[in-house]
């Protein structure tokens, strides 16, 4: 038969290869329920095996529950630390953007001034060179004069002298 199959339904007794986890506990806590309502003519003393399975059940529930309540205080101050971390890094990102922007504005205006003192160093130095230029023109100048006055000078003294002994 190919067909689709009606669910058939299965008690908690018979289980296949299909059964869930979860159904096999159901199943199981079912029955241990049904074992513990029935009442026992047990004494106090004496413990049965139904009664030890409910036991450690029991205690294990308590124990899960326990770690439970630890984990979950545990995510809490982790999910606290990593909000707390998320608002720092988001605080330093946006500190961090500022400051890049405010850095490449001081950049920019560096440049500039950059700019504007190469240009005035060019304008410098061009005045440097000339008036070097003037200044070894004006030495030229002044060393011909003064070869021109000294041979001068060295005329006019010998005139004198010539004049002092002619006449005197």
């Known amino acids: 038969h190919f067909g689709p199959r009606a669910p058939a339904r299965r008690s908690c007794i018979v289980s296949d290869r299909f059964s869930t986890p979860v159904k096999t506990m159901k199943c199981f806590a079912a029955a241990l329920f049904a074992a513990t309502a ?30 439970g309540e630890g984990a979950q205080k545990m995510y809490a101050e982790f999910s606290e630390w990593c909000e707390d971390r998320a608002r720092d890094l988001s605080r330093d990102i946006k500190t961090g953007t500022a400051e890049v922007e405010t850095l490449k504005a001081s950049i920019a205006e560096s440049d500039a001034s950059i700019q504007e003192l190469i240009t005035k160093i060019d304008d410098l130095a061009g005045d440097i060179a000339t008036d070097e230029a003037d200044l070894k023109d004006a030495t030229e100048i002044r060393d011909k004069e003064h070869g021109d006055f000294a041979a001068e000078e060295s005329e006019l003294v010998e005139t004198v002298d010539m004049l ?5």
């Open 164 to 168: 002092d002994r002619a006449t005197g």
């Open 38 to 67: 029935v009442p026992t003519a047990v004494s106090a003393a004496e413990v049965s095996p139904i009664g030890k399975v409910v036991q450690l059940i029991s205690d294990l529930q308590a124990k899960v529950i326990k770690e």
